[in-house]
């Protein structure tokens, strides 16, 4: 009897250890799943970082600022930027420049061409009657007979104004109306050399004789 209890206390303590044994469940994750889920929190973060990055992000202008200034160039800026800030960062007014004619409390736009008369140049216009224009918006506004160019009168700085007319052409207008005598009809301007239909389609609304 006594052989018997002594086999007996170790099996109760192997029974009780077992019964324990099974009383916590344990998981186990296979290190594919591991990887997908850690990928997966890790391309949350990032896009949750970019549409914050994003929305913080200031937007940027940017103005071509020329004509009668001392830096012209392209220059970026913050948005509620006026006119008078874009001048002062192109090196500010050249001496010539005419800033009476010139709304410098406006603001700027991103992908405008911020031109500035000389003194020159606006009595020009006034000769021509083309200022009315330019108590509005600089380098534009809705296009009247009033605000075109006139092939015939204007000088090398205001053809040049144009889209798609820079020095080369706008010498060669001057020239050709040197030689030739003034423009009797806005269609002549193709006459010009380097003057073909896609340079004149973008400027014909905004040219006059």
């Given amino acids: 009897m006594k052989k018997m209890r002594g086999l007996a206390v170790p099996a109760l303590f192997a029974a009780a250890f077992l ?9 186990e994750i296979s290190a594919g799943e591991e990887s997908a889920s850690s990928r997966q929190e890790t391309e949350g973060s990032l896009r949750e970082s970019e549409e914050a990055y994003e929305s913080q992000a200031p937007e940027q202008l940017y ?4 004509g009668a200034v001392n ?18 960062q192109a090196g500010g007014f ?8 010139l709304n410098q ?7 405008q061409k911020l031109y500035i008369y000389t003194e020159a140049e606006t009595r020009q216009m006034e000769e021509a009657g083309q200022t009315a224009w330019l108590t509005e918006a600089p380098g534009g506004g809705e296009e009247t007979e009033q605000e075109k160019v006139n092939l015939n009168t204007a000088d090398r700085e205001l053809l040049m104004t144009l889209p798609g007319i820079g020095e080369a052409k706008a010498d060669a ?10 423009f009797s009809a806005v269609e002549d ?12 389609s973008k400027i014909k609304d905004q040219i006059t004789v």
Avoid at 71 to 88: C, I
């Fill in 19 to 27: 019964a324990g044994c099974g009383k916590e469940p344990v998981y």
């Fill in 173 to 182: 207008i001057v020239q050709y109306r040197t030689e030739n005598g003034p």
């Fill in 63 to 66: 103005v071509y600022v020329c």
């Fill in 105 to 111: 409390a406006e603001l700027v736009t991103d992908g």
């Fill in 94 to 101: 050249a001496p010539d420049a005419d800033q009476e004619w």
């Fill in 189 to 200: 301007i193709l006459q010009v050399s380097g003057i073909k239909d896609a340079v004149f």
């Fill in 71 to 88: 830096s012209p160039g392209v220059y970026r800026f913050a948005p509620e930027t006026r006119v008078y800030e874009a001048v002062d």
